[in-house]
């Protein structure tokens, strides 16, 4: 218990839970490197490729975030995501429709044409019209994930089953359905039907931060001998017998591996990082640098 309280006293500062602002940075820097190349940095990318989990991080953090007390107002929640996440992206996406037709006048054209399609519908069913945006594409699917979440919470609730175990059951075998639709039929991955097969692939990792905070994380008191050991045995199994890891969730492609292996790969990659995190707390602290990135 006391190991417990100390750990938690180093990894929030003031309400802010260093840790996962650590990670959250740690995250954004791998976006980035990884569409630039690995930008001349090695953050253990042979061991885990960028994208065979870099997007599920996101997902997973913003899960561990996922309070039950959002249960009790679902419209302020439906409200507030809305604020947070829809509303900026598509303010966005207008001012890129809008940089796209200005460019237009001087016969420079990148991306689609700037019509009411592009700029209030494609950002949901696409999100890559315009271009200079086109990862804006990752928060459409992640508004419905938030929604679909907390309505089913709410449901489960309201059956009295409102259960983790029953959630992160419920949500592997949606995501799994969605990656198998993808590898049975991939020429119906289109339109709106690409904006479930994200939102239902995103599902999971949701949950598993979700899992991680009301569950797993009271109990991951291993010593990182043995936790990494661990991690970085189930990594080689994967690379050693696995075509390649990386899979494409904007476009939806290059699940080579099935359905399974993409959430195991997410699952050892996050776990890494999540412990890395947790050992460089104490040494950097409530860095305004780290809080910048992250936020």
Not at 230 to 249: M, R, S
Request: net charge positive.
């Amino acid at each position: 218990m006391e190991k417990g309280r100390n750990l938690r006293s180093v990894n929030t500062d003031g309400g802010v839970n260093l840790q996962f602002k650590l990670l959250s940075a740690i995250g954004i820097i791998i976006i980035v490197s990884g569409h630039c190349y690995h930008g001349g940095m090695e953050l253990a990318y042979n061991w885990f490729p960028p994208y065979s989990y870099n997007l599920a991080l996101f997902v997973f953090i913003s899960g561990y975030f996922y309070k039950t007390d959002y249960e009790e107002n679902i419209g302020k929640y439906i409200w507030k995501r809305t604020k947070r996440l829809l509303i900026p992206a598509y303010l966005w996406n207008i001012f890129y429709g809008g940089m796209v037709a200005f460019l237009g006048l001087f016969g420079f054209t990148i991306g689609a044409k700037p019509d009411l399609y592009n700029l209030f519908v494609m950002p949901f069913v696409d999100g890559e019209a315009f271009q200079y945006n086109l990862g804006s594409w990752f928060v459409y699917p992640l508004f419905l994930v938030c929604i679909i979440n907390v309505l089913f919470r709410k449901f489960l609730k309201l059956i009295h089953l409102d259960n983790e175990f029953i959630v992160l059951i419920v949500y592997l075998a949606i995501g799994m359905i969605g990656i198998n639709t993808a590898i049975e039929n991939p020429t119906v991955i289109n339109g709106i039907v690409k904006l479930f097969v994200r939102t239902m692939f995103f599902l999971p990792c949701y949950e598993f931060g979700r899992f991680y905070k009301a569950v797993l994380e009271k109990k991951d008191t291993l010593n990182n001998v043995a936790y990494f050991a661990i991690i970085f045995a189930v990594q080689l199994i994967l690379l050693t017998f696995c075509e390649n890891l990386e899979y494409t969730p904007s476009s939806f492609t290059n699940f080579n591996n099935g359905f399974v292996i993409p959430y195991i790969s997410s699952i050892t990659a996050i776990a890494f990082w999540l412990r890395v995190s947790r050992l460089l707390v104490p040494a950097i602290g409530n860095s305004k640098l780290v809080r910048l990135i992250a936020d």
